[in-house]
Every structure is written in C-alpha cells, then in structure tokens.
C-alpha cells in the first residue's frame, strides 16, 4: 500500500456558500455533519467573550469585534436583529471579506475536529463556471485547496454538480444530470459512465432568491431565508405575500436553468450519443420545498431537450449529496 | 490527459460489466479507469470505422464480450514466445502445519502460528479465475479457485516509537489500522507491531490489495492478484531503520509456512507488492513500491525472490520505473535486470525497435487483463 503513503481518515467536503458540509463512511454507512458557512460579528467585551467561551460557542476575536461561526451565527444574529455575513458569495470566496479564508478555516476544523493526520485525504466541491464565462472558480479553488493542504489534507477537487451524480447516481453507472440548487450559484454537470461532459453554474439561486423578496417585501434576507425554508412550499396560493413573491422568484430560478441546460446541450461540441434516456437528480436546500420537484420536472418537460430525461428526482438526502460525491470521489480515486 | 466520454463502441461493454460490481466505489473506481483507458489511442480508429461501414463490427463487440478468450490479433503472432524465461523448480517446499485449535475467536496451528479472529469481514466470494500459460498467452486460460500465491505488503501507516510506554498508542493505532483494513477490505491478514496475526479479509474471498498486477513463474502467468493471490500485511514503514519487529518477522514466517502448506503454494510465488504491481496508465512497473528493497526473505523461510524475472516486464512489455528503482535504493533486482534484457533480445530477434516490441507486448496485457476480468464476471454469473 505504500503509494497511498499512510493509510488515514477520508472524508468529502461539501463546500457551498450556505453550507460546508462533510461526508465520511462508518462502515457501510454514510455520516455526515454541516456547519452554516456563515459568520456574525458583535462588539468585543470581556463578559461577552467569558460568556461565549463558558458555553463552548465557537467563536474569535479580531479587530476589537467578536466573531461567532458557524451554526451558532444564525441564532446570535437573530438575537442581535443583524444579518448574517458569508464567507462566500455566489459559490466563491467573498474577496470583499477579508477573514473569509480564515473563517472558513475554522469552520472546517470544527467538522473535522482538529488538524489532518499524516495520510488523511479530502476530496472538495468546486463550483462549475458560469455559462458562458470563466469566472474566478479557479481562484477560489486554489485558494481552498492550498488552505486543506496547509490544514495536513492531500487534496482533490470535484465539480459540485458531478459529486451530486456520484453521490446519487450508481444505479445507472453514474450516468445522468445531477443539479445542486444551493445558496450561491446553482450547479448543473451531466456524466455519462462517470466521465463529466458538460457543467456549468447559474448565479440565480437561494441567495438571489432571498435578496429579491426581500427587497420586495421589505424583510430582511435572512427572515426571508428561514421563512422559506421553515414554511415555503408550492402550492398555487398566492394569499400570502412572501410566499407569492417566493414562488415567482424560484420559477424565475427554474426557468433559468432549464434555459441553461438547453443552451449547454446546443453548444457542447463533444456531446456523446447517448441511446437511452438519462435520470435528473436535484439536490442542494434550495430544492428542498415541497413541490419542487414537481414544478422543475414541468419546465423540463416542455423543454424539448436533446436528451431525453427519463425521471426527474430528489436526492435520497438532498442536502448531503454533494458532499458523499466528493466523499465516494475519493474513496474511488485518492 | 483529458478524459473523454466512451464512444459507441466501448460503451455497452463498460456499462455491462459496470452493472455486475455491486460496490459503488469499485464500480465507480473501474468505470473511472476503463474510460481513461478508453481515452487512449489504442486502436486505429480509421480502419474500425472502415469495419464499422462493413455492418461486422457489433458481431465482434459482442465476442468481446461473451467470449472468455483473448481478442485475436496480429500483434501476438509478431512476438516470440520460444525465449521466455525456464519453468521455475521449487527447491523450498512448504512444511507440515496442521490445525491445533480452531475456536470461534483465534486459530492455532502445530507451528505456532496463532490468528485472531475479531476482525474477520467477508467480501466478495473468489470465484473461479483465469490464470494464462505464458508460453501460449493466446490460448484458453485455465480456471482456478484456490490461491496460487501470496504477496506481501506494508500498510505504512502511521507509527508510534516501538517503546514500553507507547504501548498504549501502539495498541490505538493498530486497532485503528484493522479498522481501516476491514472496511476497505484490504489484506486478507495484518500482522501488527507486537507480531499479532489478524485475519482480516476471509480467505475464501477476495481481498483488494493488489490493483493492476501481474506476477508469472515461467510455467503460468496472473493478471490482477486480487483473485489468487493472498494478502498478507506488515504493518509497517519500509523507510524506517527497522521496519519489523522480531516478533512480525517471527509471525510473517509461521504464517507463511501455513498459508503455503494449506495451498501447495510453491516458494516462487511468494513475492513483494512493489513486485508486482503495474501501472497500465503508463506502462511501467512498481506503481506500488512497499517492500522494493529489504524484504527478509530467508527470515521469513523464502529464497531471495528478487532474483525471479518479472512477467509485467518479459510478458507484458512494462518498463522500468525511477521511482521504483529509487525505492529500491538504487539498485535494480537481479529479476528485474535480466528481464530487461531478455525483452532487448526478443525484440531483435523479432527484428523490431524495443519501443515498438514493448508496445506489442503491452496491447497483449490489455487482451489477457480483459479475458481475466470478462472470465470473472461470466464465472460469477453462473
């Protein structure tokens, strides 16, 4: 075994603008565990930083400002009436955010646990380029990349929307579309037999979603983000308002991606003849309301499509399915 | 090298047998390195394009896949097969070992051998697979069941001091290693730092230890040692000052005297994972380098079998490797050296350029590994 040098924990990172997520295999099983990739900054003072440090909320201190990551930045940013910053911003390292690296840091250390062991391997999710774009991805995943390896990881990258097809997708020899709709970007790839032959990312997602009902209702992002993920769901009734102005957003989102599938398929030069068609697996929290499914698999009905789809699914754990792509890309590969 | 998505011709088959691996991680594992294989330009697309338009190419695809028989071609009538390397003669045969204790925990044996039982997982079962007389590699493989041979590996995970007060974190780290072994069904025995014998992988089944490998004793040559071959694992460091324990060395010996009495395995088909392992991605051998150097092959009972030939090299066309030869410490095996050589003489007398006589050889390591595999699966079928 000595070209695997030492034999060490292997894990998959989920990194999405939302959520990081991490898959590790327990036997047969799959675990997982997710920390918001988010973050909450309040004045420093010493009773507060006592307080924080007595009830073991993970949290640092910089430029005379407290910083609380992770989970608990939601509930502290609830009790302060402030949002939430990101470290990322649409599916990529927020530059306008100087810490973000070195929050992200601390997010991962407390899925992890602590720094790698000699052999340990990670196995990351890449956003894909815009359609039509390069993009700052290749920035971003270094940047990640180099902060996992100085973190003890041997690293590999994987476009998100692919980890999805290797996560969901063994039944048909990891032959299908897998579409992450996440917090930044939505992440589309299509596989066929494993190897990837088209990606791309669409900046309309949850994030966009939350931003433009709250500039329409007038609610703060965040209020809008629970309220969606708490309540929302497609039902055709537009009685209340936050959950009209959702649905036309999220209907704004699908049709974006729709439009983007087909444009991709026109445009990719190497597309493979594929004699059968192909299952659509969704995944990412912002498929999660009921009747997503449903809604998406209209749009792509009428779509016409060149390949033809032959279901349009939810991921069995949708908001875990990237992150045991990256986790089976790894096992598989590294 | 970018990997391209499988054209019409390959793919069927790559889906077919992809379907038969029940794992998702082998199945994605082979998927992945079937089409990078794919992606390399073995085949002259230009002439099966022109067969293609002559309506046969379908009725061959379908021998491929159905028949458990080599694709015949013109490349093997072009190599000469009469300079291969002697039948070996097993001057070491194996000892008496019997049974002492054989109780739902351990097992002892009459040399002293005891195995632990509490890590003990099934996998899948070895069913029948082909082995190929190197003499006719054309020829239809014979079929077995029980192991042929064992190689020998080093985990190389991680060590703590071999020290009174490291005990503990010995113990830790070697529970943690046979975790690991168990779940990825790794070795069929582990052989940890106090010279305990574990039996991981049941002998009965299939271990993954070997990946792409090869190993011939002149008479009969094996592709993928997954199915005949057992594991065993040192867990150990080969860089280390002293990467076994008295106690390990002691452990590997008794051991072995069991495996190769239980099986007749013969003395020559004992052998290093550095020895066998191959690297079909670029045609070079030693992709695994545990135990290149410094195996105590008399310690353990066993001549000094880095003096064998390499079939990956002499059969198979696979070239020397720097990584390897630096694992080595510099120095080629004697086994190694003298089947370069052999090869440098086929290829003259072939009258070919050893690159292109070496490349010949390697499309016949692709036509025997697929005839192992599609012999496999059809062996699991029924």
Redesign the interface.
């Known amino acids: 075994m000595k070209h695997a040098k030492n034999i060490g924990t292997v894990v998959g990172l989920d990194v999405g603008t939302s959520r990081v997520v991490l898959a590790e295999r327990l036997g047969e099983e799959f675990a997982y565990e997710s920390q918001l990739n988010a973050f909450v900054a309040i004045p420093f003072s010493k009773i507060t930083a006592s307080v924080l440090e007595k009830e073991g909320v993970p949290h640092s201190v910089q430029n005379g400002e407290i910083i609380i990551h992770g989970n608990e930045s939601e509930k502290f940013a609830e009790l302060m009436n402030t949002e939430i910053r990101r470290t990322m911003t649409r599916g990529t390292l927020d530059a306008k955010e100087p810490e973000s690296l070195n929050l992200m840091r601390q997010i991962v250390t407390a899925l992890t646990g602590g720094p790698a062991d000699p052999g340990d391997r990670i196995c990351f999710t890449v956003p894909a380029a815009p359609l039509g774009g390069e993009g700052n991805v290749t920035y971003h995943e270094s940047t990640v990349r180099h902060m996992l390896e100085d973190m003890g990881y041997q690293t590999k990258s994987i476009n998100e929307g692919l980890a999805v097809i290797y996560g969901e997708l063994e039944n048909t020899n990891y032959t299908g579309i897998g579409i992450s709709c996440g917090g930044g970007l939505c992440n589309v790839a299509m596989a066929y037999l494993s190897v990837p032959v088209l990606s791309f990312s669409i900046p309309k997602a949850g994030d966009y979603i939350d931003s433009s009902a709250a500039a329409v209702t007038g609610e703060r992002a965040n209020c809008i983000r629970i309220a969606k993920e708490q309540n929302f769901h497609f039902n055709g009734y537009f009685g209340e308002k936050i959950q009209q102005v959702l649905t036309v957003y999220y209907d704004e989102m699908i049709s974006s991606l729709v439009t983007g599938l087909s444009e991709a398929f026109t445009t990719a030069g190497n597309m493979p003849r594929i004699g059968r068609p192909v299952p659509l697996v969704l995944s990412g929290g912002t498929a999660l309301p009921a009747g997503f499914r449903d809604r998406f698999e209209k749009a792509i009905t009428g779509a016409d499509l060149p390949v033809k789809i032959s279901e349009v699914r939810l991921a069995s754990s949708p908001l875990h399915a990237a992150a045991k792509g990256a986790l089976v890309a790894a096992l598989a590969e590294m | 090298m970018a990997?391209?998505?499988?054209?019409?011709l390959i793919?069927p088959v790559?889906?077919w047998r992809?379907?038969r691996i029940n794992d998702?991680?082998?199945?994605?594992?082979f998927?992945?390195a079937a089409?990078t294989r794919a992606s390399q330009p073995l085949i002259d697309v230009g002439r099966l394009k022109s067969i293609q338009k002559k309506g046969v190419v379908s009725v061959l695809l379908w021998a491929c896949v159905l028949i458990p028989l080599p694709i015949p071609s013109t490349v093997r009538s072009s190599v000469n097969m009469r300079t291969m390397p002697p039948a070996l003669q097993d001057q070491n045969q194996p000892a008496r070992v019997w049974t002492i204790d054989d109780k739902p925990t351990f097992e002892t044996y009459s040399n002293g051998l005891r195995i632990e039982k509490e890590f003990v997982t099934a996998n899948r079962a070895r069913g029948p697979y082909a082995v190929f007389p190197t003499k006719r590699l054309d020829a239809k493989p014979e079929m077995r069941t029980q192991p042929v041979g064992i190689v020998f590996?080093?985990?190389?995970?991680?060590q703590a001091p071999f020290e009174q007060a490291e005990t503990r974190n010995l113990r830790r780290l070697g529970r943690g290693?046979l975790g690991?072994?168990r779940?990825?069904h790794?070795y069929h025995y582990v052989i940890d730092r106090f010279g305990q014998v574990y039996r991981v992988v049941q002998e009965s089944d299939v271990a993954f230890?070997a990946g792409a490998s090869i190993w011939g004793d002149g008479q009969l040559s094996y592709v993928g040692l997954n199915s005949g071959f057992i594991a065993v694992?040192f867990e150990a460091q080969?860089d280390s000052e002293t990467p076994l324990s008295a106690a390990q060395i002691h452990a590997g010996r008794v051991l072995t005297e069991m495996l190769r009495a239980k099986y007749q395995i013969a003395s020559y088909d004992c052998v290093t994972?550095?020895q066998v392992?191959v690297n079909p991605q670029n045609g070079k051998i030693g992709?695994?380098?545990?135990w290149?150097t410094g195996f105590p092959w008399a310690a353990i009972g066993l001549p000094d079998n880095y003096k064998l030939p390499l079939a990956s090299v002499y059969a198979f066309g696979f070239e020397d490797d720097d990584s390897l030869l630096s694992?080595a410490g510099g120095r080629r095996w004697q086994g190694l050296a003298a089947s370069l050589e052999l090869v440098r003489q086929q290829a003259m007398t072939a009258g070919l350029p050893a690159e292109e006589y070496r490349r010949r050889l390697q499309r016949r390591f692709q036509d025997v590994s697929n005839s192992a595999i599609l012999t496999r699966e059809r062996g699991e079928e029924q």
């Open positions: 990997i391209k998505a499988p054209g019409l793919a790559l889906d992809a379907a998702p991680i082998e199945r994605l594992r998927l992945r089409t590996h080093s985990t190389e995970s991680h290693l690991y072994v779940q990825i790794a230890h694992a080969t994972h550095a392992s992709y695994h380098t545990d290149a694992a």
